[in-house]
């Protein structure tokens, strides 16, 4: 890569890693107490062998590490309301971004790179888990 698609990648990474899971991510997965027991237990934990009546146990104890990590970043001091609208304009910034590289298969033209790993991975993990598009809820 070139050192502005290398500095671009960096961009990239860091607001899906520090900003956007933080408000997308925590919010639908784990900040929301009837979602975290819906779609967080059964797709994190029905998988990984741990036994159902512990699962509650997991969930609950996952959430609260969760909320006081969220906490402490900052994230978790804004109103759902302030997440969801940061979550959206996280999800935006992508977008336009993305979209203002040009075309082709990948990131940066035809040859993948770890950005489109990452991206990749958080946006099929948010589509994928969420009961609700952040976006939609907080339009």
Request: a positive charge.
């Amino acid at each position: 890569l070139s050192a502005a698609q290398k500095a671009t990648s960096h961009l990239l990474r860091k607001l899906v890693e520090e900003s956007a899971y933080w408000t997308v991510g925590y919010e639908w997965r784990w900040a929301n107490k009837q979602l975290c027991k819906k779609i967080t237990g059964p797709q994190y934990l029905d998988g990984l062998g741990v036994p159902k009546f512990m699962i509650g146990m997991a969930i609950g104890s996952g959430r609260k590490g969760t909320v006081k990590r969220a906490v402490a970043h900052g994230a978790g001091r804004h109103s759902i309301q302030d997440r969801a609208t940061m979550g959206c304009e996280d999800m935006a910034a992508m977008e336009e971004t993305l979209v203002s590289l040009g075309e082709g298969p990948f990131v940066f033209g035809d040859k993948v790179s770890t950005i489109d790993c990452v991206l990749y991975g958080f946006t099929a993990n948010t589509l994928y888990t969420a009961a609700v598009w952040p976006c939609d809820a907080a339009s």
